[in-house]
């Protein structure tokens, strides 16, 4: 289902870093993207017009996507018009939006923007709430690991055990026959059946083998994790546990294999048409039994190996249509054939993540000659409030909180506002500088501040003279025009933002009658943003220079 939401923003408006002196400040509009009440499976396309609101030109040099949840509640891919927005103007951004997880949805787009030798992260916060688009897992709304788990098993408990000759007769004549014929789940081989096939011919394959805990009912008649098979497939299969074979011992044949994994563990490698179903076999194995013997960690965990299977070989109508037989002859679904995804909201080997309250950003680039306001967020993932413990400064006499201390309480999902300012001093504030706030979970965070000042900047009361750069992005050459008179010059020289001087211009510089003038050709650079240094005796001046190729 598609969607179409249209949203002006100012680009700075939720700029993280506000400077007072450069900067514009922001509009009044609160940084947040609700995109209301959805389903999984939506897909939503959201237009954004993004303003320059900054008094030079701005390089959004990247956008980046990230998600409040271990698993990705939210498939967000940004595309921007033109990452160059010069001051006053504004450019597109195009959202598409995937909803895969029926959970309230929280994640922030960051954009990092770059001003002079300062770095912006900005963040938008993108919510909502989803829920789930098949009304019969509704109640796993909301609910993940050990709360999804727990709903999950209580919907496969119980099913109508038919017995080991009746459910194999079911899985050979129904669940698994397709006009008359059966395929062996990791050969490919067919057989023509209408029921259970004489010995020698076909036989059942126990994805979570008979010897690991399949040997008595109802779990060794449950055909949600039963297969019909080719003997020597299956005997070679005996009861290794399924991964990735790097060296192989034995052809299973169709693709299927007994082998050695890179770390020395035996193990059988289904072929790739099967893997996607045989993982799901062993998580609703997982949650209607447990992990049963270990057999799911022991010796061999295969719990990576049957996630990247999941996500690799999707359910397709073949699957879903077993999974409907079955469940008209056993009363239970197999839950991760009609979603998947649930899956990545699992932990099959233990304790949930820790999922503690995080800081936004964690890495700011500032410029020292400005007096800076930080506006950062601190979310809080967890379904449970959370109490800061404790606010630790590296350098308190550079950084001053506002609105935020000790004590301070975030609510369930909650995400907070909270500004530290960056003061002025003499001399500049050191290279990095660390905030690091505690919680009441035993958790930290840091944000690392980083002094992005080139050079030292000699202090004068003298006004700073305007630098001009005609045209500007620069597509080829430009001319840099300024009323410094030549004879005060010292230096004149190209950086990249990191630091790294990519030219002297210093021979290139002529008197003008205005002062000094500079043919600047950019041919030779790559796409991006560079740093104009001029230096006197009395000033030191640095401007912005987007460079762009044709």
Known sequence: MAH????????????????????????SFRPVLNIGDVKTGDTLGIALMVDNAASSSVWISAIEYFDAYPYRAMSVDPRIADSVIESGNATGVALTIAVRHNVPLRGHLQFTVQVGCAEYKQLMFITGNATARDTRYARTDAKDYD???????????????LGYKSGREVMFGKADNVRDSVECIYTGRKLRTA?????????????????????????RSDINHLYPTYPRANSIRANYPFGSVAKQLTDAEGGSRLGITATGDTVFEP?????????????????????VTGYYTSPYSMDATLRQWN?????????????????????????????????????????????????????????PDDTMLLTSHIFNPLPVPRTITGITLSHPSYIAF?????????????????????????????????????????????????????????????????????????????????????SSLQSITLHSVNGVEVADLHPL?????????????????????????????????????VALRD
């Open 4 to 27: 179409m939401y249209t949203l002006r923003c100012a680009l700075l408006c939720a700029m993280i870093l506000l400077v007072t002196r450069s900067v514009a400040q922001p509009l």
């Open 147 to 161: 709360s999804l788990y727990a709903v999950l098993q209580s919907m496969t408990v119980n099913h109508t055990s």
């Open 195 to 219: 029921g259970i096939p004489p010995n020698g011919e076909f036989n059942t394959e126990h994805t979570w083998v008979q010897s690991r805990g399949s040997s008595n009912e109802p779990n």
């Open 271 to 291: 072929r790739a048409v099967s893997r996607g179903n045989i993982a799901r076999s062993i998580f609703y194995y997982l949650v209607r039994y447990g992990n």
């Open 311 to 367: 996500a690799q070989d999707p359910p397709d109508a073949r699957e879903r249509t077993r999974c409907d037989t079955i469940a008209a002859y056993q009363g239970k679904r197999n839950p991760f054939v009609d979603i998947p995804e649930f899956a990545e909201r699992l932990n099959f080997l233990g304790a949930a993540p820790l999922r503690h309250p995080v800081l936004l950003p964690h890495n700011v680039r500032f410029n």
């Open 402 to 486: 506002e609105n935020i201390g000790n004590d301070t309480t975030l609510g369930a999902l909650e995400n907070r506002r909270f500004s530290m300012r960056i003061k002025p001093s003499n001399p500049s504030p050191p290279a990095r500088m660390l905030v690091a706030l505690s919680f009441s979970d035993g958790t930290a965070d840091t944000i690392t501040f980083s002094n992005c000042s080139l050079l030292s900047v000699a202090s004068s009361a003298d006004v700073e003279p305007p630098v001009t750069v005609i045209p500007h992005p620069v597509r080829g050459v430009a001319r840099i025009e300024s009323s410094i008179p030549y």
């Open 509 to 545: 510089a002529e008197s003008s009658s205005n002062g000094v003038s500079i043919q600047l050709d950019t041919t030779g650079l790559s796409n991006g943003v560079y740093l104009l240094h001029i230096r006197t005796a009395t000033m030191h001046i640095t401007r912005m220079i």
